[in-house]
């Protein structure tokens, strides 16, 4: 199965943005609906965004219009753009398949002034 690695994550500003990458290696994502979740503190880990093999995509209502998920299947990588942070975007965000395999480490994001 495929193995996915986080990274890109740090401590921003609010209203600051971050470009977070998923890595994905030992097979091809091409044909799989690809996702980021997060998970804050004391909360059940929630899916943020997520891209199908078309290019649709979907979001969490809180991110709408400032969060871009985008893949590059030549690179077999996926992406997050985050833009317009909040403190409430806290969190260890994760990559995944839509329907979710072996979470990795995730890649911490941090929020605050």
């Known amino acids: 199965q495929v193995q996915l690695v986080e990274s890109g994550g740090g401590l921003v500003q609010p209203g600051g943005s971050l470009r977070l990458s998923c890595a994905a290696s030992?097979?091809?994502?091409?044909?799989?609906?690809m996702a980021w979740y997060r998970q804050a503190p004391g909360k059940q880990r929630e899916l943020v965004a997520e891209?199908?093999?078309?290019?649709?995509?979907n979001y969490l209502d809180s991110v709408k219009g400032r969060f871009t998920i985008s893949r590059d299947n030549a690179k077999n990588a996926v992406y997050l753009q985050m833009n317009s942070l909040e403190p409430e975007d806290t969190a260890v965000y994760y990559c995944?398949?839509?329907?979710?395999?072996?979470w990795g480490q995730g890649t911490q994001v941090t929020v605050s002034s």
């Open positions: 030992g097979g091809s994502i091409r044909y799989l609906t």
């Open positions: 891209i199908n093999r078309g290019g649709s995509t």
């Open positions: 995944n398949t839509r329907i979710v395999g072996s």
